[in-house]
């Protein structure tokens, strides 16, 4: 790329704000232009803004500490400094919708991390291996905003990113009831220990929203386009429990599996390893080489040995054995603010930047 896209990171001084800042350093394609938070942080530099709440372990940028944060609600005045715009605030739903709709008017398209949009019917929800395909429905949501580049497209919850890799390629086994229970980060919630030091030691079996995100985003993501929006796909029943447990970083989910066809364990495993999508097709700057990994030893995936596989955005897999009531279990483990958000969200931009969706105004 002749000159890099001018990017603009909305809640840039939130836990998966810090996270774009950070993927975002010496990006080939994009740099960072512009970073926008609540009023509290408007105004201030990006440093200031942050103080001691910067959660990543490598040093804040030095290309981004004295940006002067704006104003996220300052639409016209964001978008007037940026081609695109990755969106990780924490408002209402009803004011994420509203204001990513307000980006994507003022020909701003949006990435987005958050949940708001992920149901709207003309805005793809896409994890770039699994659907790219869903980018197609960008002509029918422009139509309905009327505008020529705005759009907004959305990755999904970070929960799904654990099992829903490995069903996709076993598709053609045809899973048709999954039972799946997730062992999810703190920094999930946006919290660290040290914010949210009760969490030590400690497990606690709900997570607001989460079971419902989970057992209904992997119907989405493998779902058609019709007559304009996005169609879920019927099938298979996916049932969940989730549950927050104390670790920093890194999703875990134990899931049960029956197929229609039988297969073999053996080629359930060749059918991981092998799978490949469009990211890696196109060496898109922020794709794994190698999108999902099987570990062999019975005591992996281990979050501390194997959340990072890929620079955290592979997914790892093992324990994949037969079962006495359904056909196969395993073990998936991800991680939850590289590919189940920022990174995600990175890719998708890659992706819709190499199909021309975004270009620079
Ligand atoms: N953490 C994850 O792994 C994860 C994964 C998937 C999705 N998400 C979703 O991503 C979003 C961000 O999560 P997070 O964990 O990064 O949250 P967070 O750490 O609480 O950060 C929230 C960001 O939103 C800004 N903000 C808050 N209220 C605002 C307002 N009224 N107007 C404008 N900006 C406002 C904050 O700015 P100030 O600093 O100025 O307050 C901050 O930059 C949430 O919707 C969350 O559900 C998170």
């Given at each position: 790329m002749e000159k890099k896209l001018k990017v603009g990171i909305l809640g840039a001084t939130g836990m998966v704000g810090q996270r774009f800042i950070s993927l975002l350093e010496n990006h080939p394609w994009y740099e960072v232009a512009t970073v926008a938070a609540s009023p509290r942080s408007s105004g201030k530099t990006y440093e200031e803004a942050v103080g001691d709440r910067?959660?990543?372990?490598?040093?804040?940028?030095?290309?981004?500490?004295k940006l002067v944060v704006m104003n996220v609600n300052e639409v016209e005045a964001v978008a007037a400094s940026v081609d695109f715009v990755f969106s990780a605030v924490d408002m209402t739903k009803d004011e994420i919708k509203a204001i990513e709709e307000a980006y994507a008017k003022t020909e701003t398209p949006v990435v987005s991390?958050?949940?708001?949009?992920?149901?709207?019917?003309?805005?793809p929800m896409v994890v770039p291996e699994i659907?790219?395909?869903?980018?197609?429905?960008i002509p029918f949501q422009r139509k309905r905003l009327g505008t020529k580049r705005g759009f907004i497209a959305v990755k999904p919850n970070c929960s799904i990113q654990s099992y829903a890799p490995a069903l996709t390629a076993w598709k053609e086994f045809e899973p048709y009831e999954v039972v799946a229970t997730t062992y999810q980060a703190i920094s999930g919630a946006g919290k660290t220990f040290k914010d949210w030091p009760e969490m030590e030691g400690n497990i606690i079996p709900y997570i607001g929203g989460e079971e419902e995100k989970s057992e209904q985003e992997p119907l989405r993501l493998w779902g058609t386009i019709e007559g304009g929006v996005i169609v879920k796909a019927k099938s298979p029943v996916i049932i969940c429990q989730c549950i927050r447990v104390p670790v920093l970083n890194g999703h875990t989910a134990a899931a049960f599996v029956k197929f229609r066809k039988k297969v073999e364990k053996e080629t359930l495993i060749r059918k991981l390893v092998e799978y490949k999508g469009a990211p890696q097709e196109l060496r898109l700057?922020?794709?794994?080489?190698?999108f999902i990994q099987y570990l062999?030893?019975?005591?992996?995936?281990q979050v501390t040995a194997d959340v990072d596989f890929e620079h955290g955005m592979g997914i790892s897999i093992g324990r994949l054995r037969e079962d006495t009531v359904y056909d196969y279990k395993f073990v998936g483990l991800s991680h939850n603010t590289v590919r189940g958000a920022a990174g995600g969200a990175v890719l998708c931009a890659e992706l819709l930047t190499a199909k021309g969706y975004i270009q620079a105004k």
């Open positions: 910067w959660k990543m372990t490598s040093p804040m940028p030095e290309s981004v500490k991390n958050n949940s708001a949009h992920r149901w709207t019917p003309d805005v659907n790219p395909e869903h980018f197609e429905v700057p922020s794709a794994p080489k190698q062999e030893e019975d005591n992996r995936p």
